[in-house]
């Protein structure tokens, strides 16, 4: 087994009488995308500054390439990158001389942030607004102008807090698709987000952390696996006379539950391919016109409210 | 050292985007300048109102007026005290001068002068002007009253020297008659009038021997008998006119005896009156100074500036630039500080690997550089339109100028990583600066101060500051003489920048650990 590149061992941070953390255990492997998702105020953004050494734990250990983060606090610094819910440049500042100043604070060479910066306007897509001032960045640009700015020391990790934190659809896809490409350039990225279908899509394992505590560890699909046995049947029929149809299958007692989303209806059942041939047959007898039928597995959403529900 | 250019580079770039603080930068000292210079270079006061108020005026109080009625003094009559002092009250009038009715030189009346004592740093400039005044009529009067003094006691010395040689011929004259009185006494008491017939008798005993022998001579002795009795009778007639004078002469002897001693007891008068006057005559003639000036004004005072400079720019400008320089430095210094510490990028700033010694630093610098070119925007104002030779001054006074911004600066950044808002942060600093400046010779001196508390504002680095630019930009005295000056300057920059290195620490990453906090707390909720 890979060693992990961070590791994290009974990590408690109390914040007067809140435990933010409590005996937090977790290994986050190399090279990978690596999600801690929760919800807001479970300690995910607390658990983010632990590893780069801003808020000390008050017990457990963290380690870095097997190092302690506290004891090699100038490594750490040199090695991350972080991106926080809150863009952290200069509003006043144009792209490329934020990018300039933040190089220098990294001790790079002029000509080193000189071809970083050349190659990371490229890559976060911001070559033709290199003179223009950050403040006037669309909110898009400016939150990949501040992951540039994580990437300028070109770091072994990118630390990334709700990277996609109030974006719009499209921006947050655009972002989703930056994070890729940035770790297909062998950065590893820790990202939190309370987003889950977007960590579902994003990351490669998974944490759930909830009050603190670390409740599951694992790959989207270990954790669906784990923690749903049901399938989703969608459909939309015209006229649409769903009641008759749920009505034609009770006998089925395999339906654990029914939910009507818009135009459609969703039928959860660990038995999906019986319940579809009969659903099926019932449309037809029915003289129901079949506009959309969809199966699906179930989502993370499913799994945390799962999780989170049993604590 | 790369590092610190760019934090340099990076706050002048926001500071000049910015483009209030640019131009609170660039204009606010010129404007500053501009203003004061104007204003200030002049030593005069001007328009200052007097109102004045008598029962009734007289001869004396209407010149006094006249004289306060020159082109410094705006005189308004007014017509009963409370209006006059009411006027005061209201601010129409600086002072309120109240004369005695019929003031003269005879009444004992006083001239009281009603002042708004509020106005604490125009009011004695406003009594001196007007005592100034005043005290001009009053010499005058004194003068006049003096030399009539002088005048007569010249005359009395003169009369008195007149009178002398009378004296000194009557107490002679006198003495003269005493002797001669004497001498007539001893010639009288030696007028011997006793004779050797001492008694009729014998010429009887005589008469009657002779006759005797006549009888028994037979001789005719009635012829002689006739003779003696005839003799007897004339011998008797000079004894008794002999007596007589015998007598007289004794009361006049004793008459002559008493006029000698009144004559001489005159003489001794005389002598006494003669030394009183010649020891008058020496006292008159001993006052050596009778000229009327020198005997109102025995001491005559004259105020002699130890520098050339006339100007109340050339006074106040010491002054003037530490206030620039404190305020300027002290709030921008803030205002960067605090910026930074409340801009989203300081935690990335945080977690580079750069120390906080090199954010000190730079910020340090830009601060300074900042001051420089304002200083040197000053200097060219000043020297350009106002008073030339300042910027002789300026090889000397550049050193200090550094030195005393890097102690308002230090002061400006402690302010700012000690508090946690911007607004905060400027009404820190305002209030430290408006501290300074109260408690420095600027508003009110010092002196006024009890000395417990002047023991410990006599440190305040704005006296300090104040104190040793005069020195060098007024009296000129060489860096080199203010060794001790500048020592403790040196030490409060040693001090400021151990406690802002201590502040900085305590509060630098706890205000970015509790703003993590109160947002986690929040979310929470």
């Not at chain 1, 079949?290 to 799994?303: F, H």
């Not at chain 2, 005797?212 to 008998?225: I, P, Q, R, V, W």
């Not at chain 2, 001054?393 to 600066?409: D, E, G, H, M, P």
């Not at chain 2, 607004?423 to 109260?438: R, V």
Request: charged letters at 25%.
């Amino acid at each position: 087994m890979k060693t992990p590149l961070i590791e994290i061992k009974k990590v408690t941070k109390i914040f007067g009488r809140n435990t933010v953390l409590n005996d937090v255990d977790l290994n986050i492997p190399q090279n990978k995308i690596f999600g801690i998702i929760g919800e807001s105020g479970s300690g995910k953004t607390t658990l983010l500054k632990s590893i780069i050494g801003f808020v000390k734990p008050d017990s457990g250990i963290i380690t870095f390439e097997g190092r302690e983060v506290s004891r090699s606090m100038e490594t750490i610094r040199e090695r991350f990158g972080f991106a926080s819910q809150e863009n952290c440049f200069y509003p006043k500042l144009n792209v490329r001389e934020n990018l300039e100043f933040f190089g220098t604070l990294y001790g790079l060479s002029s000509k080193l942030i000189d071809s970083n910066i050349k190659k990371l306007l490229k890559f976060v897509e911001l070559e033709d607004a290199e003179k223009t001032l950050a403040e006037n960045l669309s909110s898009g640009m400016q939150r990949r102008l501040d992951i540039a700015c994580s990437l300028i020391n070109n770091p072994k990790v990118l630390i990334m807090d709700e990277p996609t934190q109030d974006l719009d659809p499209v921006l947050r896809k655009e972002i989703v698709n930056l994070i890729r490409k940035i770790n297909e350039n062998g950065t590893a990225v820790i990202l939190t987000s309370h987003l889950l279908f977007e960590a579902e899509v994003l990351c490669d394992e998974i944490a759930i952390l909830h009050q603190g505590k670390v409740l599951e560890v694992g790959t989207p699909e270990q954790l669906k696996n784990m923690y749903s046995k049901n399938q989703e049947i969608h459909f939309e029929t015209s006229p649409g006379r769903y009641d008759l149809i749920i009505k034609q299958l009770s006998d089925e007692k395999s339906i654990e539950r029914v939910e009507h989303k818009g135009n459609k209806v969703i039928l959860y059942t660990p038995k999906a391919e019986i319940v579809l041939k009969k659903l099926l047959i019932v449309i037809s007898k029915m003289g129901e016109e079949l506009i959309d039928v969809d199966l699906r597995k179930p989502s993370l959403n499913e799994v945390f409210e799962s999780l989170v529900s049993k604590k | 050292m790369r590092k610190i250019l760019e934090i340099i580079r990076k706050n002048f770039k926001i500071l000049m985007r910015s483009k209030i603080s640019a131009a609170i930068i660039v204009l606010g000292p010129l404007v500053l300048m501009l203003l004061v210079g104007a204003a200030f270079n002049t030593s005069n006061i001007y328009d200052i109102r007097i109102a004045a108020y008598s029962d009734s005026y007289t001869n004396l109080s209407n010149s006094i007026v006249d004289l306060l009625s020159d082109q410094q003094f705006k005189v308004t009559k007014i017509d009963n005290q409370d209006g006059c002092i009411n006027s005061v009250r209201q601010a129409e009038n600086h002072i309120c001068v109240v004369f005695p009715s019929d003031l003269s030189v005879e009444t004992e009346g006083e001239i009281q002068f009603y002042v708004d004592q509020s106005r604490i740093n125009l009011i004695w400039v406003v009594i001196d002007a007007v005592s100034k005044k005043v005290s001009v009529k009053s010499e005058q009067i004194s003068q006049e009253l003096t030399q009539v003094l002088v005048d007569n006691i010249a005359q009395t010395k003169n009369v008195l020297g007149d009178k002398t040689s009378v004296l000194k011929d009557l107490t002679s004259n006198s003495a003269d008659a005493e002797t001669k009185l004497r001498t007539i006494g001893d010639g009288i008491s030696e007028i011997d009038l006793s004779s050797n017939i001492t008694d009729v008798k014998d010429l009887e005993n005589i008469s009657k021997e002779l006759q005797a022998e006549f009888n028994s001579t037979g001789g005719n002795f009635k012829k002689l008998d006739d003779l003696l009795t005839t003799l007897k009778t004339q011998v008797s007639d000079i004894q008794s006119k002999i007596d007589s004078a015998s007598n007289t002469l004794d009361s006049k002897a004793k008459e002559i005896s008493d006029l000698k001693s009144t004559v001489s007891s005159n003489t001794l008068a005389l002598k006494g009156v003669k030394d009183s006057v010649d020891s008058l005559v020496t006292g008159i003639n001993a006052i050596q100074i009778t000229d009327v000036e020198s005997i109102v004004s025995p001491i005559k005072t004259k105020v002699e500036p130890v520098s050339t400079d006339k100007t109340h720019l050339s006074f106040l400008f010491p002054a003037l630039l530490v206030l620039v320089i404190m305020f300027v430095s002290i709030l921008l210094a803030s205002t960067i500080v605090i910026k930074e510490k409340l801009s989203k990028a300081s935690f990335r700033n945080y977690i580079t690997p750069t120390s906080s010694l090199t954010f000190i630093f730079g910020t340090y610098l830009t601060n300074i550089l900042i001051v420089i070119i304002q200083l040197v925007v000053l200097f060219a104002v000043i020297g350009l339109f106002f008073q030339k030779d300042v910027v002789n001054t300026l090889a000397n006074a550049s050193i200090l100028l550094l030195i005393i911004a890097t102690i308002f600066i230090f002061i400006g950044m402690i302010i700012g990583y000690a508090f946690n808002s911007e607004e905060t942060s400027t009404l820190g600093s305002i209030a430290i600066g408006s501290i300074f400046l109260i408690f420095s010779n600027t508003i009110l001196p010092i002196e006024s101060i009890p000395e417990t508390y002047r023991q410990i504002f006599q440190f305040n680095p704005f006296i300090l500051s104040e104190g040793i630019l005069k020195k060098i930009m007024i009296f000129k005295v060489p860096l080199l003489n203010l060794t001790t000056d500048l020592y403790i300057l040196g030490g409060y920059i040693l001090g400021l920048f151990v406690l802002l290195l201590i502040v900085e620490r305590a509060t630098q990453k706890a205000y970015l650990v509790r703003k993590f906090i109160v947002k986690f707390r929040k979310l929470k909720k």
